[in-house]
């Protein structure tokens, strides 16, 4: 991203960004960005130059389908921290891809726990697939 990016540029690198969360999430250069954004990402939430918005549920998802429970804690996590309900969103369309089907449960059971707003529920199970 630059700063000379207009907005049709933008919208077409989150899309990239998207299918390569869905087609290349374990190619390892997509990882290896993915992890880097994400590392950066966790040491201050509010550097949108190392993962813009555009990119962070894409991003959440490369890092939750390669990782383990560490990796899913770590993107639930940011849940709590999340200042307004777009950004909770992007935890939310996220923590279903994990591999492993005892995290999808628990993200299933997550959903109707009462800890996400009723009118929210169906992100977490609609990302779990």
Known sequence: ATESDGHLSTLLRGMMINLLSTFCHDDADVAAEAWRRFAL???????????????RTSVFKIVVKNGGEK???????????????????????????????????????WSISGDIK???????????S
């Open 118 to 128: 009723l009118q929210d529920f169906f992100y977490p199970m609609g990302s779990v």
């Open 71 to 109: 990796e899913y804690e770590a993107v639930k996590a940011y849940f709590d921290l999340a200042t307004d309900n777009a950004e909770r969103k992007f935890v939310l369309g996220s923590l279903g891809h994990a591999s492993d089907p005892k995290l999808k449960l628990r993200t299933m059971e």
């Open 41 to 55: 990402f966790q040491e201050n939430h509010g550097d949108m130059k190392s993962l813009p918005s555009d990119m």
